[in-house]
């Protein structure tokens, strides 16, 4: 417990570091610092150091009008310049265009168009490392199986080990059933630990972690319409006879206004909703919180360093609880995707009985 209260306090204090370079030089704005730290960007900002920007760069890769564009994103100078006729959009060329590569004049103004985006950003980029990671992690536990035959699990393979048993026994096999459990073990597992992992690196301030990977509510989508699409094509004709046609429901809920199929249709897009949204929002409203807290000593500071710094004991305390309570819900999140997305598939599969009114009465 110890270790992890040290590390903890050097997290924040690198955190607090971050926000203290960027309202160095300008009225501390809370909204707009929680807003550029949990958001996207087209480069990975590590600090500021003596009113210079020390970033990674990432790949610019556009389209516009049949033209294709590649470049690193540090031609752009962090927003302040432009290059090729693109620039990164500010508030003043509109809330649109804020955030977003867009077309400019010779004089830097926006002509109205936006060129097709499909850059690496910090997001993708956490995406790609992610994924990485989960790769190499297997590869090595299959390589360590490969030379323990026989033996005990040990390091890496006990970790592997333990997360599939934890996925095929207390969600799998309860929610899908014994003998269908197993081809869809691949996804599940794959959902949790790519889940898990971002919402873990997510909570370091520092390269490689601190992007808000599944704050992004594209990727929550994206995983959502992976679980509706796995389940719909693998149901069975139960299911969509069941949706259609519920059986004991009476016969004027169905004619001759379809109420019910209706309500049913609209439940098969409603479950992909309520995945996109619960991850989404729960693990931005933490990140949010915790830079909330953080921003109370900056807030006090402007007033008087001194009262700065009396306030931010509190303020920090109640951080690194959050910050305890987000390991927490990085785990919780990820086991509700999968146990919500196995449940979903097990109901696709589930043999729906003949049942008549008068039986349910």
């Avoid at 370079?21 to 501390?28: E, I, N």
């Avoid at 958001?39 to 009113?51: A, E, Q, R, V």
């Avoid at 690193?72 to 977003?100: C, N, V």
């Avoid at 370091?204 to 990977?213: I, K, R, T």
Wanted: glycine share 8%; with cysteine.
């Amino acid at each position: 417990m110890k270790r992890i209260l040290l590390l903890l306090t050097i997290l924040f204090s690198l955190q607090l570091s971050a926000i203290a370079s960027d309202a160095k030089d300008a009225p501390f704005d809370p909204g707009q610092m929680i807003m550029e730290h949990i958001g996207d960007d087209h480069s990975w900002h590590i600090l500021t150091y003596k009113d210079k920007h020390v970033s990674i760069p990432l790949p610019v890769i556009l389209i516009n009008e049949g033209k294709f564009d590649v470049f690193m994103s540090s031609k752009f100078e962090h927003g302040h310049a432009s290059y090729k006729g693109y620039k990164i959009g500010s508030l003043e060329d509109g809330e649109k265009a804020k955030g977003k590569i867009i077309c400019v004049d010779d004089n830097g103004q926006w002509t109205g168009k936006t060129p097709f985006d499909f850059s690496i950003t910090k997001n993708v980029l956490m995406m790609f490392i992610v994924s990485g990671i989960i790769i190499a992690v297997v590869f090595r536990a299959k390589s360590i199986a490969k030379k323990r035959v026989g033996k005990s699990p040990k390091g890496t393979q006990t970790i592997i080990e333990f997360v599939i048993l934890f996925i095929r026994d207390d969600i799998a096999i309860p929610s899908i059933g014994l003998k269908r459990h197993g081809k869809f073990m691949p996804y599940l597992l794959t959902a949790f630990c790519f889940i898990f992992l971002s919402n873990i690196m997510g909570l370091f301030p520092f390269f490689p972690g601190g992007a808000n990977l599944t704050g992004n509510i594209a990727v929550t989508l994206v995983l959502a319409v992976f679980t509706f699409i796995i389940t719909q094509f693998s149901a069975n004709k139960a299911y969509f006879t069941h949706i259609v046609n519920m059986p004991g429901v009476p016969w004027w809920l169905k004619f001759p206004i379809p109420i019910m199929p209706v309500v049913e249709i609209l439940g098969l897009f409603t479950k992909p909703f309520a995945l996109t949204v619960r991850l989404f929002a729960n693990i931005t409203a933490g990140h949010i919180i915790i830079l909330g807290f953080l921003s109370i000593i900056f807030i006090f500071g402007a007033q008087s360093p001194a009262l700065g710094y009396g306030v931010s004991p509190i303020p920090v305390f109640f951080a690194i609880f959050m910050s305890l309570l987000e390991i927490l819900v990085a785990f919780i999140q990820a086991y509700v995707f999968t146990l919500l997305s196995a449940i979903y598939i097990g109901m696709a599969h589930e043999e729906h009985a003949e049942v008549t009114p008068k039986e349910i009465a």
